[in-house]
């Protein structure tokens, strides 16, 4: 059964750091991106960053310098740090895999599979 289930997130007061995660199972993982993806109340689904099988990354201009994607095959596990959280940072976090045989994209039309999504609350 494909499975991928969010965890981590939480309450943080602004300047702060969570690190997502999010196991996956049920699919050939070598074969798939990974995304991370947030919706703010009230607003569409966007892209925050990505990571393809081979490792390369892409960041959303709005976290640039502050998230770091990362993947661990063995675990077969993706990971958000987001350091630096800001209050326009609150959203449901949602992974996402895409089944791509290079690079990722952050495109949320693009995700074959998603996550139930976890809260990160940033606020003081």
């Known amino acids: 059964q494909l499975q991928l289930v969010e965890s981590g997130g939480g309450l943080v007061q602004p300047g702060g750091s969570l690190r997502l995660s999010c196991a996956a199972s049920?699919?050939?993982?070598?074969?798939?991106?990974m995304s991370w993806f947030r919706q703010a109340p009230g607003k569409e689904r966007e892209g925050v960053s990505c990571?393809?099988?081979?490792?390369?990354?892409y960041y959303a201009d709005f976290v640039k310098g502050r998230f770091t994607i990362s993947r661990d095959n063995a675990k077969k596990t993706v990971y958000l740090q987001m350091n630096s959280l800001k209050p326009e940072d609150t959203a449901v976090y949602y992974c996402?895999?895409?089944?791509?045989?290079?690079?990722?994209?952050?495109?949320?039309?693009?995700?074959?599979?998603w996550g139930q999504g976890t809260q990160v609350t940033v606020s003081s």
């Open positions: 996402a895999a895409v089944q791509r045989p290079y690079g990722c994209t952050i495109a949320p039309t693009t995700a074959d599979y």
């Open positions: 049920g699919f050939t993982w070598n074969f798939y991106a």
């Open positions: 990571i393809s099988s081979g490792g390369s990354t």
